[in-house]
């Protein structure tokens, strides 16, 4: 008899995708082994809340000598409630699963990543205003930038090195643009860069307080998604915000 080796993580669930009849394949961002895509029978997936909400459980699992991965056991330990609560939350958790569904690839683990996004989900879970969750976003998507690699300084233009007149963010040239820099360059996205470094610099304490209109939170928060994505030669997905 071969006993089965069980491995146990704690995941984010950020996908499910259907096979056969009741079966599912759940993928899960997870602290221990970066990210695992796991097959699930009907008895197992009746754990699961409804599609497409975001929660943090405990799993187990086993791989078979063809690599597959199985579910063992699932146990929610977390399921982020207040995102439940609207659309609107709804939403925003979509665009910080999306660079995990789209720009990771299987394994490498990567606690950083893990505890991000755990971080920004609790704590969109639990804001009270929109405003709140437009930081956390903006605050995510420049800490994520920064981590994998492709990071940019907020306080020069990267292409002539001045520190006046920051204008826009371009993802071909690789940061922030003064405006003089700007002119003639195609992609450029038009960005608050002043909000953007203090989005980056302000101490935990102060950090909601930072003033800023829904307008510029949100094109931010887009334009950092579509500089993240060309990083990786696609797109981000359309999603309201
Ligand atoms: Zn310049």
Not at 131 to 153: A, E, P, Q, R
Not at 155 to 184: D, E, F
């Amino acid at each position: 008899m071969i006993l089965k080796k069980f491995k146990k993580t704690t995941g984010i669930l950020i996908k499910e995708t259907k096979f056969k009849e009741k079966s599912k394949y759940l993928t899960f961002y997870t602290d221990s082994k970066g990210l695992v895509t796991l097959a699930a029978f009907p008895a197992k997936t009746s754990f699961l809340p409804v599609f497409a909400l975001p929660s943090k459980y405990n799993i187990s699992y086993y791989t078979t000598p063809r690599d597959n991965n199985y579910l063992r056991e699932i146990d929610c330990i977390d399921n982020y409630r207040g995102i439940h609560s609207s659309f609107n939350k709804l939403s925003m958790s979509w665009h910080i699963l999306s660079p995990l569904r789209k720009l990771i690839s299987s394994g490498g683990e990567d606690r950083f990543i893990f505890n991000l996004t755990d971080r920004a989900l609790s704590a969109i879970s639990e804001s009270r205003k929109k405003k709140t969750d437009l930081l956390i976003l903006n605050s995510f998507y420049l800490m994520l930038i920064i981590h994998l690699g492709v990071g940019f300084s907020v306080n020069l233009c990267v292409k002539c090195r001045n520190k006046n007149n920051l204008y826009s963010l371009s993802p071909k040239t690789g940061g922030i643009l003064c405006k003089k820099c700007s002119a003639g360059q195609s992609d450029i996205m038009i960005v608050n860069v002043k909000i953007l470094e203090e989005i980056k610099n302000k101490k935990a304490e102060d950090f909601f307080n930072i003033s800023a209109s829904f307008k510029v939170l949100t094109t931010l928060i887009k334009s950092m998604e579509i500089y993240l994505f060309s990083n990786f030669s696609t797109k981000p997905p359309e999603i309201d915000l």
